[in-house]
């Protein structure tokens, strides 16, 4: 299995400002996801993390809000710009192997006041 | 959209009650991944089902994917307390298209 770390495990952020959160992964991984999982829901893809180029994201989500950076095979951020208390959520950063199994990150938990 | 749809969305039994949770795809997988959400924690992959028709088990927990790759099912005979948790089934599509999830709770 293919082990990945987060970082932060959790921040209180006042609102109006941004929170980068940095995903590290081992090698196994070939592609590199974030999700956002409110308490007691199901998980919400936010994008795909490319390397070196822009990334992929999903309908409801854009890069003003949530840029994310991927500068090499093993490594992403996403930031929360511009937080407000409704990105109060659990970030999770996921990786694939080449096997196509998604191995997840321990989540960061965020609270916007 | 694609969709999957899981039920129950949640289930109390009694320990050594058995369990199941039943996932359905709007449309066709190329395989299906089920993970395992404790409480506080996150989703830990449990397995991954390619093959029509293809049924794995792991321990008391059996795994089942539909002939017509749609659909999928996790049975666990026999449950115990750490059992307890989220049960979410994910889609492949070319991404993964998380279910609703099941909250399992286990009476002791």
């Known amino acids: 299995s293919a082990v990945i770390s987060q970082k932060p495990s959790r921040d209180i952020c006042q609102r109006g400002t941004s929170l980068t959160i940095q995903c590290q992964v081992d090698?196994?991984?070939?592609?590199m996801f974030w999700y956002r999982q409110q308490p007691g829901q199901s998980l919400t893809l936010i994008a795909t993390?490319?390397?070196?180029?822009?990334?992929?994201?999903e309908s409801g989500f854009v890069i003003d809000k949530f840029p994310i950076s991927r500068p090499n095979l093993t490594f992403s951020t996403l930031t929360v710009s511009n937080m407000s208390p409704e990105d109060s959520s659990i970030y999770l950063c996921s990786g694939m192997t080449d096997k196509e199994t998604q191995y997840f990150g321990p989540g960061t938990r965020l609270l916007v006041l | 959209g694609q969709q999957v749809m899981q039920i129950p969305q949640y289930q109390h039994v009694q320990e050594g009650e058995d369990f199941t949770t039943y996932c359905n795809s709007s449309t066709t997988l190329s395989n299906i991944q089920w993970y395992k959400q404790r409480p506080g924690g996150h989703p830990v992959f449990l397995i991954q089902l390619v093959k029509s028709g293809e049924v794995k088990k792991q321990k008391r927990l059996t795994f089942q994917f539909g002939e017509a790759k749609k659909n999928s099912s996790l049975h666990i005979t026999a449950t115990q307390t750490t059992d307890v948790g989220t049960y979410f089934c994910a889609g492949n599509t070319g991404k993964l298209i998380f279910g609703q999830g099941t909250t399992l709770q286990v009476k002791p």
């Open positions: 993390a490319n390397q070196g180029s822009e990334a992929t994201y």
């Open positions: 090698s196994q991984v070939t592609m």
